[in-house]
């Protein structure tokens, strides 16, 4: 038997519980990973509350990011061993256990291996999985981002917003990026951000004339959705592209029509859930290892981490939009 931290049901943050379970089994093509740290995302506290239905079987183990060493390797991997220290987004959604428990199982192609040339801590690993792969997908495989263009990234210093600054200057893109506060500009800044917008104090159509001369961004990236979906369509020139991972919502879409423009939806779950594009995550985790090894990616991580057993504690913080970055989630 392990520990793991679970849901019993739908609800607020207090519905965690911890109970005893069984210790699951590596099968075919995975390896089981003794479990040293997660981090949350919202994807998480839509399926804790109900309002996502794509969470694993009651009881259930939420949270995709881990960060361990793997403990027991399954029948016709290769690649890892006993011992090896890897992270990646790799359950909490069905069919998969999650992060939250002593040991969690993983399909081998969605891990990528710590390896000594990488200078991020292990348990900081975890902060980085789906934020990257979700960064990477909307920006580089979806809307085929360019050297030279000129992007714009909202909620800079958001959970996949600050990755995708990073991402996007890897690229040799212009990154302008949206934030709310003078000390969120700053941190947008050293993460590489070239123009701040401080969206409550500047309309679309002011930062657009600024900062593109009226033309509108080559590419906007909208990790925030709702209305902030219809400023990108405006802010996005005309047969140009608009990437979003938030489109849980009904709009207009006259403007997306009239201006001739492609609209990219990411949603990163879509491999662990059907299995579609699952040989394919070795290359997308090979560009989240290089990164690292070029020193090129870190996470940003709020000032508060917390402990499995106080997951609810740190569902409360992200709901009322007090953290800044990702939060950590270590194992006790």
């Known amino acids: 038997m392990m520990k793991a931290v679970v849901i019993e049901e739908f609800g607020g943050p207090e519905v965690f519980v911890e109970r005893d379970v069984d210790t699951p089994e590596p099968g075919p093509g995975q390896v089981r990973i003794r479990v040293v740290a997660s981090s949350l995302n919202p994807i998480e506290t839509k ?4 309002f996502v239905k794509s969470g694993p079987a009651m009881p259930a183990i939420l949270n995709g990011d881990v960060a361990g060493v793997v403990d027991k390797v399954g029948a ?9 220290e890897v992270f990646g987004c790799a359950g909490g959604v069905k069919g998969w256990q999650g992060a939250l428990a002593d040991y969690m199982i993983a399909d081998a192609r969605v891990l990528a291996k710590r390896t ?6 292990l348990e900081e690993c975890a902060a980085l999985p789906l934020v990257f792969l979700t960064a990477w997908s909307a920006l580089a495989d979806r809307s085929g981002l360019q050297s ?30 949206t934030v709310s506060t003078p000390e969120k500009a700053e941190l947008a800044r050293s993460l590489g951000a070239d123009d701040i917008i401080r969206y ?7 930062y657009v004339e600024r900062l593109t001369g009226g033309k509108g961004f080559d590419l906007v990236f909208d990790t925030v959705g709702g209305d902030n979906l219809d400023r990108s369509i405006e802010a996005t020139g005309i047969a140009r592209r608009l ?12 403007q997306l029509h009239a201006k001739s423009l492609s609209l990219h939806v990411v949603f990163r779950s879509i491999p662990l859930l ?3 594009g699952m040989d394919d995550q070795p290359r997308m985790v090979g560009h989240m290892e290089q990164m690292l090894r070029d020193n090129a990616v870190r996470p940003l991580l709020d000032s508060q981490r917390f402990a499995f057993r106080d997951v609810g504690a740190a569902h409360r913080r992200l709901e009322a939009g007090e953290a800044t970055g990702k939060i950590l989630l270590l194992r006790d």
């Open 274 to 276: 059907h299995g579609i």
């Open 116 to 121: 000594p040339d990488m200078t991020l801590p």
């Open 148 to 177: 030279g263009e000129h992007a714009l990234i909202h909620a800079g210093t958001g959970g996949v917003g600050h990755v995708g600054i990073q991402i996007a200057k890897y690229l040799g893109a212009r990154v302008s990026t």
């Open 243 to 254: 990437c979003s991972i938030n489109t849980r919502s009904t709009h207009d879409l006259s």
């Open 47 to 50: 399926i804790r509350s109900g």
């Open 76 to 84: 016709g991997v290769s690649g890892l061993v006993e011992g090896d």
């Open 200 to 206: 409550r104090e500047e309309s679309v159509t002011d």
